[in-house]
């Protein structure tokens, strides 16, 4: 089974500064898609970011860009140049090309300081 | 375009009170899941509908039921509430299961069971 973990409970960063949120997965697939979700406050869920694993290049959404590192079975998360609308529950989610759902990890809370 | 809209927002209910929870897309999606999402935990698959017509169970189905109504419309049903049901409903669809397609999700229905 595939396992999601996100060991950052919770973090804050300036506004205007870089922040990266780590993520860790756990499979023997070798083909599968990653995914990072902002939840704020309001609750939505919305997409951040998408990678698929047979994809070398690192995924990149204007502030928001990932290092994926698939030797490692790492899935971080930078976010640069954060506002204050970052501030949200950022969670990690994994999905095999035959999955019918996400994994998702624990979730990590983002707090922008003004 | 609405997208994947929830009712009700917020219930309270009593053990043993059964309701369902109605969701309800409008970008011709095939699947539709229903997550649930509990504190300091990711959402976690309760039943999905891959296709109009058919459903299968998730992560957790126990005490719930789904009917996938039509295409757009997947709803959720208590038959018996209990306290361990108390979390945050997410309802999602996504064009076709298996694609990896990003899953799109309403807002959320906050469930109390007291």
């Known amino acids: 089974a595939q396992t999601v973990t996100q060991s950052q409970p919770e973090m804050s960063v300036q506004e205007a500064e870089t922040v990266t949120l780590s993520c860790t997965y756990d499979?023997?697939?070798?083909?599968?898609?990653l995914f990072w979700y902002k939840q704020p406050p309001s609750r939505q869920m919305i997409l951040v970011i998408r990678q698929e694993a047979y994809k070398q290049q690192n995924a990149t959404e204007n502030r928001f860009s990932v290092n994926f590192q698939k030797a490692a079975k790492s899935f971080s998360l930078k976010i640069s140049d954060s506002q204050l609308g970052d501030t949200a529950m950022y969670f990690c989610?994994?999905?095999?090309?035959?999955?019918?759902?996400?994994?998702f990890g624990p979730g990590t809370r983002l707090s922008v300081l003004p | 375009n609405a997208g994947v809209t929830q009712t009700p927002k917020f219930q309270v209910l009593k053990t043993g009170q059964s309701m369902t929870l109605q969701c309800a897309q409008d970008m011709n999606h095939n699947s539709m899941y229903w997550y649930r999402q509990d504190p300091g935990m990711g959402l976690r698959l309760i039943y999905y509908s891959a296709s109009e017509g058919t459903t299968d169970k998730g992560e957790v189905p126990n005490g719930y039921n789904v009917s996938r109504l039509n295409k757009r419309e997947f709803s959720l049903r208590l038959e018996s509430a209990a306290p361990s049901q108390t979390s945050v409903y997410f309802c999602?669809?996504?064009?076709?299961?298996?694609?990896?397609?990003?899953?799109?999700f309403g807002p959320g229905t906050r469930l109390l069971v007291l």
């Open positions: 999602a669809s996504t064009q076709a299961a298996g694609l990896q397609e990003t899953q799109y």
């Open positions: 989610a994994f999905m095999k090309p035959s999955g019918q759902n996400f994994v």
């Open positions: 499979t023997s697939e070798s083909n599968y898609y």
